[in-house]
C-alpha cells in the first residue's frame, strides 16, 4: 500500500490562509489523492480528492506536485471551524486512514 | 435528513456480553462500511459491503460479524465483548463507480458509536 507522511500538528491564525501538506513518494499511477477530515467528535468528512490536476472546491484547493510524489491542501481562509484532523489518502480501493495533520486555528 | 445514521450513539457493556451497532443510509449508495477508531485515534477499516456482499474483510476477529439485510443497512454484531473493543465505529457508504471503481467516490460517515466495555 502506498504510504502518506503529514505533519502531526499545525496552526493558524483564523481568515488566514493554511497550507496542509502530504508526502506519498511510493503513489503509483491509479491512486488517488484524497482528503478527509475529522472534526472534534465527529465522523470523517470528505474535502476534496485529485488525481493529476489542482482541483479547487467550495471547501478548499488541492494542488499536486507535477511528479504527484507530494500534495498540498490549501484552506483560503481558515475559520475556527476549521480546526480538525486532516487526512490524506492514496485510494486504488478501500481507503486507509494516517494519522492525520492535527489543525490548530487561533483566534 | 441524516444521510448516514448509527444507533446508538453511546454503548457502555460488560465484558462478554452481545451487542450490535445499527446503521442506515439514506443516499441510495450501494456500498457500505465499518471503521474503527482506536483510543489513539487511528481509524481503521473493518468491512466493506457493495450489494449486500462483503468485499473486503480486515483482520478482525470471528467476534465481530456484518449483516446486510439491504442495500442502505449494515449493522455490526459483537459477541463476547472484550476490553480491547472499547472504541468508536463509524459506519460509512458510498457510490461504488463501474468506471472509476471506489477510487473516485467520497464516503459519508456516520457519527460514530462509542463503545465501551466494562
Known amino acids: 500500500d502506498a504510504k502518506t507522511t503529514q505533519p502531526n500538528s499545525m496552526e493558524s491564525n483564523e481568515e488566514e490562509p493554511v497550507h496542509l501538506p502530504c508526502n506519498h513518494s511510493?503513489?503509483?499511477?491509479?491512486?488517488?489523492i484524497h482528503w478527509y477530515r475529522q472534526l472534534p467528535s465527529q465522523g470523517p468528512e470528505y474535502v476534496i480528492h485529485?488525481?493529476?490536476s489542482n482541483v479547487n472546491n467550495r471547501m478548499a484547493s488541492l494542488a499536486i506536485a507535477e511528479d504527484r510524489k507530494s500534495s498540498t491542501l490549501i484552506l483560503h481562509r481558515a475559520t475556527l471551524r476549521d480546526a480538525a484532523v486532516y487526512y490524506c489518502?492514496?485510494?486504488?480501493?478501500?481507503?486507509?486512514f494516517g494519522a492525520g495533520t492535527r489543525l490548530t486555528v487561533k483566534p | 435528513d441524516t444521510a448516514v445514521s448509527q444507533t446508538p450513539k453511546y454503548l457502555v457493556t460488560q465484558m462478554g456480553n452481545d451487542k450490535s451497532i445499527k446503521c442506515e443510509q439514506n443516499?441510495?449508495?450501494?456500498?457500505m462500511y465499518w471503521y474503527k477508531q482506536d483510543s489513539k485515534k487511528f481509524l481503521k477499516i473493518m468491512f466493506s459491503?457493495?450489494?449486500?456482499?462483503?468485499?473486503i474483510n480486515e483482520t478482525v476477529p470471528n467476534r465481530f460479524s456484518p449483516k446486510s439485510p439491504d442495500k442502505a443497512h449494515l449493522n455490526l454484531h459483537i459477541n463476547s465483548l472484550e476490553l480491547g473493543d472499547s472504541a468508536v465505529y463509524f459506519c460509512?457508504?458510498?457510490?461504488?463507480?463501474?468506471?472509476?471503481?471506489?477510487?473516485?467516490?467520497?464516503?459519508?460517515f456516520g457519527p460514530g458509536t462509542r463503545l465501551t466495555v466494562l
Open positions: 511510493t503513489i503509483s499511477g491509479t491512486d488517488y
Open positions: 443516499l441510495g449508495h450501494d456500498t
Open positions: 460509512a457508504s458510498s457510490q461504488f463507480s463501474p468506471l472509476a471503481g471506489s477510487s473516485y467516490n467520497e464516503q459519508f
Open positions: 489518502i492514496l485510494r486504488d480501493s478501500d481507503m486507509r
Open positions: 485529485g488525481l493529476t
Open positions: 459491503y457493495n450489494n449486500k456482499e462483503l468485499i
